[in-house]
């Protein structure tokens, strides 16, 4: 197998558009969860404490909030088909990718500094790329299988 041909695949499993997460961010992510044979949407709002491999097919952002008094951490594929959508809630000045010391903190201690920024424009997706016709040649390889 050829290294194009592994990127080819990668790049066919990344989503077309995705939200801009940035460590810091206030998001409120929208997750498919199967029980049985019924489909439905979860939500999680919480703050992003960690983003891993933004350009890659694998990119990864943490996510922590704290309900009932307890901590709670989820991890989310960026270009997985299960997270529907992510919207960014708040957009906070931080100095770090990876934001671990918020864990040790609880109450006001545990604040970030807000931002100001455009919350309509940082939430809109940009269009999808019309899908190219295919050449003679991709045509006929198409048909060949």
Partial sequence: MSFALIQKVNEGQKKSAVVDVRTGDTVRVSQKIREGNKERIQVFEGTVI????????TARFT???????????????????LVDKVQIVRRAKVRRNYLSFLRDRSGKSARL????????????????????????EEAAEEKAE
Avoid: C, I, Y
């Avoid at 960690?50 to 097919?57: A, E, L, Q």
């Avoid at 996510?63 to 088909?81: A, I, M, N, Q, T």
């Fill in 50 to 57: 960690r983003t891993d491999r933004k350009g890659s097919h």
């Fill in 63 to 81: 996510v922590r909030k704290v309900s009932s008094g307890v901590g709670v951490e989820k991890s989310f594929l960026l270009h997985s088909p």
């Fill in 113 to 136: 500094r807000a931002q100001d920024f455009d919350r309509e424009a940082a939430n809109t997706l940009p269009e999808a790329p019309a899908a190219a016709e295919p050449t003679g």
